[in-house]
């Protein structure tokens, strides 16, 4: 296979769409700052009318992208076809069971300190699906971890041992460890780019939390193989499995407004899509030869290494003359979301560094102008939140001043002969043209929804629907100040130099949000809205009311934050059929295979339980742990005569003091060096009991008990 993209094109051709789109951009965001320069200048332009006039017209041009990308994706859907969709070059009526391909894949599920059931049981839905379709023979299965915690890792090595057995997948499905996890996933993937990549000619990215379709993966392949000239083919991912309240929020918001946004994101990119680094088919060729990642000039956090390598993949593989294509109509694509507010706030914290980095690339990279767009549109997500706050920080100073100066307002005539004789009235206009702008997208799926029953009936009926739009709107409105405050904070500590740590998502709530932590988290949001509140009503009724829905939202904060945290009200929700989305009214077989999986419980031999150092225990006194964790070790000893007598010393503690006395470095080294783990497993089971520490003497009682009522089927 070439590495250069062919001549011939399959995919859809470009038409107007986009020059349309963006020329119905730059009229309704010019329209809209005439508008406010409009108002201004009535009233008496000023610097401060400069600064406002210049946020507005920023702000406004962000939120009406917003607006036009499911404005455009409503015509498609109520045309019922679209000429522009890359899943037009196969034939979707087709069984996938019999489509004949050509070329091997590789599905990659790289894994960071994850749950190992929920993760593994992933891993086994995609497989059994892709056998049952008589398709898995095009297909090897890499668990590539990068996983930091002794019992972590561990337990994947034993839920790998344990799904490869049960699925006969041994020679197919395949786990590595790095040693040292540089460069995070970005560094992981590459890894196995350099070790294996050479044997395939298509590379499928999971997420952790990913789940795909049988049929999903076998399409992918199938459009990769017929359009030599795309580089990487991108699915829209779904959201399920949700369980507490804003979890259900954002899988309804994703599944019932998505395919809208997903239509006309496609309009105006069309072969110049973005990748969101998994749920993608990726040629692997070229993206060896032109996708390695650039240094960033400067250091961390704006500098360095690029921390959110997807955009700047994709860019290359446009730079390089490949096309992306984002398959938005292609089902079958899944991932699952946090489930609190304080963890999506972590996630988005990531994410803010990310996309503040591609700035750049925007303004000093040689790059394609429809890249250049999509990394602009990356860093408004974050920005806007600090341009909104500075935006309404000068409202309330300009009113404070005019209130102060005690002048009488002379307004001036118009310069349109159409706008409306009152400033209020004028102000109301505008206040209502950008709240169009907002929820005018909810308006459109609902219009969407009345003209497709069917499609309304996976979300509960049109009615319920209807009313599940109403809920996200509330909840979302309250929420929004609050992300707003911490995206503005994200944005603050970064250009402060402040870089983020990687961490694992939490992708169960628990029990929810204690109040403690919400208001050690959210507590000042609860301050500002006090202090901003009175200063408003202080200053003008009127701007106390015009402000009130934000006001409300950072009162609001701390309890919003508890309660949508909680699978209590998620579930209080769900029983009255509102948030529902297709995955559980219509559960596909994928998605009730995972529930399945899932619902079964750990992965983990009958005779181990989950407790307190279960990796290291395992390794140690179980010999058949202690045999697979010697196999998968590629470096099997420490030769340096220093490192082994240190080794020798951790042992010692190790025996005498128990796991307990070990730091999580301390273990990891133990667990990283085959000498010594074949050494700790002769001599626990060798000394008498006397001679261990309590820690063991408890350990090993308690292994072998179990070991016994297993083999009895007790």
Known sequence: MSAEPQSTSTTPAGGFARPLFFGLHAVLTVCAGAIYWDLLNRAG???????????????????TFGFLQPLFGLVIALRGNDPRSITRTVDLDQDPATIKLTSRTALIFPIYNEDPDRFFAGVETVYR???????????????????????????????????????????KLFYRRRRNNINQKSGNVSDFCRRWAGSYDYMLCFDADSLMSGECIVRMTEMIERNPQVGILQTMPGLLNGRTLLARLQQFTNRVHGHLSGAGLNAWQQDYGNYWGHNAIIRLKPFLKYCTLPELPGVEPLGGRVLSHDFVEAMLMHKAGYEVWLAYDLCGSYEEMPPTLIDMAKRDRRWCQGNLQHAW????????????????????????????????????????????????????????????????????LLLGLTAFMIFGPKLMTLAWLAFRPGVARSF????????????????????????????????????????????????????GTPWRAALAAQGGHLVVGLLWGALAWTVSPTLFWWMSPVLLGWLLAVPLSVYT????????????????????????????????LTAEGPQ???????????????????????????????????????????????????????????NNAEKMRLLLDYESIVRLHKQVWSQPDHRLSPWWQQASRSYTYRMLFHQRGE
Not at 46 to 63: G, N, R
Not at 470 to 488: D, K, N, R, V, Y
Request: aromatic residues 10%; contains cysteine; hydrophobic residues 45%.
């Open 361 to 428: 690339l925007v303004l000093f990279g040689k790059i394609p102008y429809l890249s250049r767009i999509h990394m602009v549109n990356g860093i408004m997500g974050y920005i806007s939140s600090p341009l909104w706050l500075l935006f309404l920080g000068l409202v309330t100073l300009a009113t404070y001043r005019w209130v102060g100066s005690d002048l009488t307002l002379v307004v001036r005539d118009s310069a349109f002969s159409f706008m409306p004789e009152t400033l209020a009235e004028q102000g109301l």
């Open 129 to 171: 699906r892709l056998k049952a379709l008589g398709q898995i023979e095009h297909y090897d299965v890499f668990v590539l971890s990068d996983s930091t915690d002794a019992d972590n890792w561990i337990a994947e090595e034993i839920a790998w041992n344990e799904t490869a057995v049960r699925l006969g997948a041994h020679g």
């Open 565 to 596: 945290s909680r699978e209590s009200a998620g579930q209080w929700f769900r029983r009255r059929g509102l948030l529902l989305t297709p995955e559980e009214t219509e559960p596909s077989p994928e998605v009730c295979e995972l529930r399945s």
């Open 460 to 511: 509960g009926g049109w009615p319920r629907a209807a009313a599940s739009v109403l809920c996200e709107i509330f909840f979302f409105t309250l929420i929004a100040p609050s992300m707003m405050l911490f995206h503005s904070g994200f944005v603050l500590t970064i250009l402060l130099g402040q870089k983020v740590k990687w961490s694992t998502q939490v992708r169960d709530s628990g029990d």
């Open 45 to 63: 332009f000023t610097a401060t009318s400069f600064l406002l006039l210049v946020l507005f017209v920023i702000l406004f041009a962000h939120i």
């Open 604 to 662: 983990m031999p009958a005779h181990m339980e989950r407790f307190e150092d279960i990796g290291l225990l395992g390794v140690v006194l179980d010999p058949y742990i202690n045999a697979l964790h010697g196999l998968l070790m590629r470096e099997k000893s420490q030769p340096d005569p220093n490192v082994r007598e240190t080794l020798r010393k951790l042992e010692h503690k190790l025996l005498q003091e128990g796991a307990e006395a070990l």
